[in-house]
C-alpha cells in the first residue's frame, strides 16, 4: 500500500455477517500491508470530539507556569502535564534523536474500582491518579467522556480484529477490558526558529500495545508513516475520521502477519509563512497488564516468545524517561530476560 485507506465501519456496526466479513477483510489487508487506517462511521459523536479540542487548545494557550500546576510530582509519570523537550519517542525502538518538539497532557483510566487488580502491587504501578486542570472549565468532562468513548470503540475494533484474524470474536475482551492505556493531548506549538538538525515534532517510533485511535488536524507538519519500500507518506486526518494503527503487542499476537508501523509528526514546512501549531488527541488501548501476549493458535508457529503486558510496557516507557515502579522485577523483552535496575529507570 501507498496509501492509508479509510475504512467506514458502518456496515459492521449496523448489518450482517456478510458486510462484518468485508469491514474486517479491508482491516486485514491494510494491518498487514501498512499497520494503519483511518475509519468512517465509528459511532462517536463529532460534538464530543469537538468539545474536547476546543478545550484542550485553550489549556494550552494558558501560561506555563498555570500547566506546570498539573505537572505530576514524580517527574516522568504518565499523568498531567509535561513540557516541551521532555522526551523523544525514538529512544523506545532504540535510536537516537533530540528531543521531540511537542508538549502532551497524559490522561489515564477514568473509571477504577477497590477491586485488587487496581489497588494491589501490580495495579498500583498503572493506574496512577489522573491530575486535573482548574482550567479551562469543562476539560475534566470533556476528556473523560471521550476516554470512555475511545474505550467503547476499542472493544468493538478488537472484535473485528479477532473475526479477521481467525479467533472466537470475544477472544479479546477480558484482555482489554481494564486497560493500562492511556490518552494523550499532544500539542505541537508553533514553530518560531528551526529545529536542530534531525528534529521533528515527533520522532520515528512505533507503539507499544494494541490499536492506537488518533484525532488530528489537517495542518501542515503532520503525520507520516513509512511504507515496506521504505518511503514516508502523509496520513491525511479529517475531523469526521480517526485513524488507527497497531502496536507492537498487537503485531506479537497476530505473529507479525499485521505490521507495527514506524510512524512520525514531522515539522511545518520552511517558508516566509509563520508556522501553525497542531493538537492531535491520541488514545493508546494497551492490553491489561496481567495479559500474556502470545501467538494467537490460527497464527501458526510462534515467532516471539511470551512477554506480559504490563511488562512490555514499562520497558518502553523507561527507554523514554517516564516512570515506572520503584521495585525491582523481572521482564520479558522479546527474547531476552532482564532485570532493570534503579538507575536505569
Known amino acids: 500500500m501507498t496509501n492509508v485507506p479509510v475504512i467506514d465501519v458502518a456496515p459492521a456496526r449496523h448489518g450482517g455477517a456478510a458486510e462484518r466479513q468485508r469491514v474486517t477483510l479491508a482491516i486485514d489487508g491494510a494491518c498487514r500491508e501498512i499497520g494503519f487506517f483511518a475509519i468512517s462511521g465509528h459511532g462517536v459523536p463529532h460534538r464530543l470530539v469537538d468539545d474536547l479540542r476546543r478545550l484542550a487548545h485553550g489549556f494550552f494557550a494558558l501560561p506555563l507556569a498555570e500547566k506546570l500546576a498539573v505537572r505530576h510530582p514524580v517527574e516522568g509519570t504518565n499523568r498531567g502535564y509535561h513540557p516541551v523537550g521532555g522526551e523523544a519517542l525514538s529512544k523506545a525502538n532504540d535510536a537516537t534523536a533530540p528531543p521531540d518538539l511537542k508538549e502532551f497532557f497524559h490522561v489515564g483510566p477514568v473509571d477504577t474500582t477497590a477491586d485488587p487488580y487496581y489497588t494491589g502491587p501490580g495495579g498500583r504501578r498503572h493506574f496512577e491518579p489522573n491530575i486535573w486542570p482548574a482550567a479551562p472549565p469543562g476539560f475534566t468532562q470533556a476528556a473523560t467522556l471521550y476516554y470512555r468513548a475511545m ?11 479477532a473475526t479477521a484474524l481467525d479467533v472466537d470474536e470475544a477472544f479479546f475482551d477480558d484482555k482489554v477490558d481494564r486497560s493500562i492505556g492511556t490518552m494523550r493531548l499532544n500539542y505541537y506549538p508553533a514553530q518560531t526558529v528551526s529545529p536542530s538538525p534531525g528534529q521533528l515534532r515527533a520522532s520515528a517510533h ?11 488536524e489537517d495542518v501542515p507538519g503532520g503525520l507520516q508513516v513509512r511504507t515496506r519500500s521504505g518511503r514516508w507518506i502523509d496520513v491525511p486526518t479529517s475531523p469526521t475520521t480517526f485513524v488507527v494503527n497497531i502496536g507492537d503487542l498487537l503485531m506479537r499476537w497476530t505473529n507479525d502477519r499485521w505490521l507495527s508501523n514506524m510512524h512520525r509528526v514531522v515539522n511545518p514546512p520552511a517558508g516566509d509563512a509563520p508556522s501553525r501549531p497542531r493538537l492531535s488527541i491520541a488514545f493508546f488501548n494497551h492490553p491489561n497488564y496481567d495479559a500474556l501476549i502470545e501467538c494467537l493458535p490460527s497464527q501458526g508457529k510462534a515467532k516471539h516468545r511470551p512477554v506480559l503486558s504490563g511488562e512490555y510496557r514499562d520497558l518502553k516507557y523507561a527507554k523514554t524517561g517516564l516512570s515506572v515502579a520503584d521495585t525491582e522485577f523481572s521482564r520479558t523483552d522479546g527474547d531476552a530476560r532482564r532485570t532493570i535496575p534503579s538507575k536505569e529507570r
Open 151 to 161: 474505550s467503547q470503540l476499542v472493544v468493538f475494533l478488537m472484535r473485528l480484529a
Open 206 to 216: 512505533t507503539d507499544y500495545g494494541g490499536f492506537t485511535i488518533l484525532s488530528g
